[in-house]
């Protein structure tokens, strides 16, 4: 995607979600190269236990996850939506070089910054491996196969991504999935488990504030890009978790009664005190949950991988 149309998309989006009656701004917007940084630094925080707990669980049973694509014995597509820097990715990604089995591999991510440093990355770890990157969303990505066609496919969507959709948003995405796979072709899913909210709720308002940069920095990225002129210090970021639906909510609060100008819309936002800004769900799953989405899309379920609190899952669905 290029730049011009990014930027003309991104302002479509924050226009769409800033004339809302309750305002919005998407989640995909939190990575640029800022947002990046940030958050890998979540994921070192010692409230954020989910990039743990999935690190443990792809080191533990990566022999179990990869064997039926090791049985197979032929070149097959590796194909991650999300991959971010691919630290998780790459305990398979090594498992397999060990054990020479064929395969390509193909990164998709919306920030081609961060596509860019992978692909470096694995250049140099493992130089014989061909990477392929796609910057995309996922449903274009999706809907493109830009993969060998020939060759079966391995799909992976690591780190709780599907949790960052509201639940009939990651039904589409699990039907889009399921059309993009062919029969016997698999999905391995990171999926956040149901736990004690106060964990939960911990994770996403840490206490060196780190979570907080992230999620103001959109508004930040809007001043950057669009020509907006938020003041970051006049929001609050809110948190909440609702334990019955799994889902943590972010969100942007005004501190006061205020306007926002965006050059790129030519256009004055109003935000009254205490209206909040939705930018972002973390919907936390229960297993019998992930085997009705399953069956109901066409998948049945291998195996759920867990780590030893059961905080996490990593799922292994086979196209039926």
């Given at each position: 995607m290029d730049t011009i149309t990014f930027k003309k998309g991104f302002a479509a989006d924050v226009k769409k979600g800033l004339c809302a009656e309750n305002?919005?701004?998407?989640?995909?917007?939190?990575y640029d190269a800022t947002g990046d940084k940030l958050f890998q630094k979540i994921m070192q925080l010692p409230e954020y236990y989910l990039t743990r707990a999935e690190f443990a669980i792809l080191d533990q049973y990566k022999a179990a996850i990869l064997q039926p694509v090791m049985e197979r014995k032929e070149r097959f597509n590796l194909v991650e939506l999300g991959a971010g820097d691919g630290l998780k990715t790459k305990i398979l990604i090594q498992y397999l070089y060990e054990h020479k089995l064929p395969f390509d591999y193909f990164p998709i991510d919306i920030s081609g910054n961060v596509l860019k440093e992978l692909k470096i990355?694995?250049?140099?770890?493992?130089?014989?491996?061909?990477?392929?990157?796609i910057e995309n969303t996922?449903?274009?990505?999706?809907?493109?196969?830009?993969?060998?066609?020939?060759?079966?496919?391995?799909?992976?969507?690591?780190?709780?991504?599907m949790g960052n959709f509201l639940e009939e948003d990651a039904l589409d995405l699990l039907t889009a999935f399921a059309d993009a796979l062919d029969k016997n072709e698999m999905l391995l899913a990171g999926f956040d488990l149901k736990k004690d909210p106060e964990l939960i709720l911990k994770a996403y308002n840490d206490s060196e504030g780190v979570t907080r940069d992230f999620n103001l920095n959109i508004l930040s990225r809007i001043n950057r890009e669009l020509g907006g002129n938020f003041d970051t210090?006049?929001?609050?970021?809110?948190?909440?978790?609702?334990?019955?639906?799994?889902?943590?909510?972010?969100?942007l609060v005004s501190e006061e009664k205020?306007?926002?100008?965006?050059?790129a819309l030519s256009q004055v936002f109003t935000f009254e005190k205490a209206e909040a800004i939705y930018?972002?769900?973390?919907?936390?799953?229960?297993?019998?949950?992930?085997?009705?989405?399953?069956?109901?899309?066409?998948?049945?379920?291998?195996?759920?991988?867990?780590?030893?609190?059961g905080y996490?899952?990593?799922?292994?669905?086979?196209?039926?």
């Open positions: 305002k919005f701004l998407s989640s995909r917007y939190f990355s694995l250049g140099k770890e493992f130089p014989q491996l061909p990477v392929h990157t996922y449903t274009r990505a999706l809907e493109e196969k830009k993969w060998n066609p020939d060759s079966p496919t391995l799909m992976v969507f690591l780190g709780s991504n210090k006049r929001f609050k970021h809110w948190p909440v978790y609702n334990p019955a639906s799994g889902e943590c909510k972010s969100y205020q306007t926002v100008y965006i050059e930018t972002e769900v973390s919907k936390k799953y229960s297993l019998r949950e992930l085997g009705k989405y399953a069956k109901t899309k066409g998948f049945e379920v291998m195996d759920n991988f867990l780590d030893e609190r996490f899952t990593d799922s292994l669905w086979r196209k039926a």
